[in-house]
């Protein structure tokens, strides 16, 4: 029988919870920063400890392969974080490219080996395609056992209905969720508002929370009087894309701000004429909020981290069928 992957990590959840919250940056400040770096290396622990004890129990090592059409440099980014993390907790990672010029068949006759490769457990295939891929079908092609990133439509409806579990998440919300639930614990009954409808982010996301037994409000670039919706959440998500959009006086008094925007903003004082920065004023809203997370080191290293324990979990499920 498998041993508990946390007990061997190390980390108990007291512990970590004191660790993972950073003090007050200044007097003025009321709200708590969540310090997601700390937060993922904590999971990525209990993965490396989880991937010993597969391999212990004579599981196969858990291979997660990407997939990156075309050259977008951001994409490209994303890709080698993906593998550096693998490289750290002893999953095997495979990289694949193919030029923005591929076709569609191409790129899903890729899928298709990946599908069929016994030691690929997890395919990831980095968005966005290039135009002219139909980016519906080639998620649709990924075997849904294999579906870590957890948009495969199957997944995605297991999520929508009462009583049906997914295989796999989508691992920006999952890491979200995690967030809160280690801020302040049971979500129920809570009112949340996330702000942004993707299907990577904020849709799931919305489905994830009901299922927390949360009251919640998707806001979106039609709705009107925001700062209305925005002043009654307990909870509030942001996932739009616009730099500081989010003001102190949207805030309730307390509430948990995840910030999951990431945007790049001129900046000559910086060596590289940029910095990054979130959907929310951060010093305004650290005056009103209970709880906040940066930008950079809130959300963005949950997203590898849950992406991590996805692939244990399809090796766990792959393993157990014996493939």
């Known amino acids: 029988m498998l041993k508990d992957a946390r007990e061997l990590s190390g980390y108990s959840d007291r512990i970590r919870k004191d660790f993972c919250f950073s003090s007050r940056e200044n007097v003025d400040m009321t709200a708590t920063v969540i310090n997601g770096r700390m937060i993922a290396a904590s999971i990525r622990s209990e993965v490396a400890a989880e991937v010993h004890i597969l391999l212990d129990n004579g599981y196969p090592k858990p291979g997660l392969a990407t997939v990156l059409v075309g050259e977008n440099p951001a994409s490209k980014v994303h890709v080698q974080a993906k593998h550096r993390a693998c490289q750290e907790v002893g999953i095997e990672s495979f990289g694949y490219e193919l030029p923005a010029t591929a076709s569609q068949q191409e790129v899903e006759a890729l899928v298709k080996r990946l599908n069929e490769d016994p030691r690929v457990h997890g395919i990831l295939v980095q968005m966005p395609l290039p135009s002219g891929i139909d980016e519906e079908r080639v998620l649709n092609g990924i075997r849904v056992e294999k579906d870590v990133d957890g948009f495969h439509p199957l997944n995605i409806g297991r999520l929508a209905q009462k009583g049906r579990e997914p295989l796999f998440v989508p691992c920006t919300p999952a890491g979200v969720m995690y967030l809160l639930r280690h801020a302040i614990g049971d979500l129920q009954g809570k009112r949340a508002v996330v702000i942004g409808r993707s299907n990577i982010v904020g849709m799931p996301l919305a489905l994830m929370l009901l299922r927390a037994n949360v009251t919640v409000t998707v806001c979106h670039s039609y709705t009107r009087r925001l700062e209305e919706h925005t002043r009654m959440a307990d909870v509030l998500v942001s996932a739009m894309g616009k730099p500081a959009a989010v003001r102190g006086d949207w805030i309730k008094p307390g509430a948990v701000v995840i910030d999951v925007?990431?945007?790049?903003?001129?900046?000559?004082?910086?060596?590289?004429?940029?910095?990054?920065?979130?959907?929310?004023?951060?010093?305004?809203?650290?005056?009103?909020?209970?709880?906040?997370?940066?930008?950079?080191?809130?959300?963005?290293?949950?997203?590898?981290?849950?992406?991590?324990?996805?692939?244990?979990?399809a090796a766990k499920i792959l393993g157990h069928n014996g493939e």
């Open 261 to 313: 925007g990431f945007s790049r903003v001129e900046d000559l004082s910086q060596k590289r004429g940029y910095r990054l920065v979130g959907d929310v004023a951060f010093e305004e809203v650290a005056r009103v909020a209970g709880y906040i997370t940066p930008v950079p080191g809130g959300v963005g290293p949950m997203t590898i981290a849950m992406l991590l324990k996805n692939t244990v979990r």
